[in-house]
T-cell receptor, first 110, second 114 residues
Framework: GESVGLHLPTLSVQEGDNSIINCAYS??????FIWYKQESGKGPQFIID?????DKRQGQRVTVLLNKTVKHLSLQIAATQPGDSAVYFC?????????FGAGTTVTVRA | DGGITQSPKYLFRKEGQNVTLSCEQN?????MYWYRQDPGQGLRLIYY???????QKGDIAEGYSVSREKKESFPLTVTSAQKNPTAFYLC?????????????FGEGSRLTVL
């Protein structure tokens, strides 16, 4: 079975609010954790990654948190915009292999 | 602009036919990958290649074949042996195999078997 999964398949967010997308993983040997965004009909795009020896990393409007104790990863999007509507995938990297979760569909309400 | 080009975007196939999906990149990346995406599921790795004339099976290689004769090209053939080929296929590349956490994806090819 998959080693990476997301807690909820869908998330509806009011425009301007913060979004939190969660992901659980099971492989404690993974060295990186990554978030990808996939818009409808397109390929995924890299958003941000975090190394396994870190617990927080910030990007532009996004923050990734890693809790190795409970094997949990989250992506926070500040001030969610309509363009943030997409499917978000978490992935873990172990050597050459990238394992993806099933994805969370984020819908932004106007 | 640099990027990955997949073709065709949509493809219909009759059962028993082989089809080849094209993937070309002009990013000068060494590593290339093929993933399969099914509704409600994550991406699953079919094949990957870290260098010309070399490729390795991923998690779901059965029924698929690839070649890597040129650095910029990594075509995927979906053979008649693939039992459930209808899916969205994504090609990706990375600078080198160990930089795989930042993959650059193409726009995908949607294959439907009639």
């Amino acid at each position: 079975g998959e080693s990476v999964g997301l807690h909820l398949p869908t998330l509806s967010v009011q425009e301007g609010d913060n979004s939190i997308i969660n992901c659980a993983y099971s492989n404690s040997a993974s060295d990186y954790f990554i978030w990808y965004k996939q818009e409808s009909g397109k390929g995924p795009q890299f958003i941000i990654d975090i190394r396994s020896n870190m617990d927080k990393r910030q990007g532009q409007r996004v923050t990734v948190l890693l809790n190795k104790t409970v094997k949990h990863l989250s992506l926070q999007i500040a001030a969610t915009q309509p363009g943030d509507s997409a499917v978000y995938f978490c992935a873990e990297s172990n050597d050459y292999k990238l394992s993806f979760g099933a994805g969370t569909t984020v819908t932004v309400r106007a | 602009d640099g990027g990955i080009t997949q073709s065709p975007k949509y493809l219909f196939r009759k059962e028993g036919q082989n089809v080849t999906l094209s993937c070309e990149q002009n990013l000068n990346h060494d590593a290339m990958y093929w993933y399969r995406q099914d509704p409600g599921q994550g991406l699953r790795l079919i094949y990957y290649s870290q260098i010309v004339n070399d490729f390795q099976k991923g998690d779901i290689a059965e029924g698929y074949s690839v070649s890597r004769e040129k650095k910029e090209s990594f075509p995927l053939t979906v053979t008649s042996a693939q039992k459930n080929p209808t899916a969205f296929y994504l090609c990706a590349s990375s600078i080198v195999l160990r930089s795989n956490r930042e993959l650059f994806f193409g726009e995908g090819s949607r294959l439907t078997v009639l």
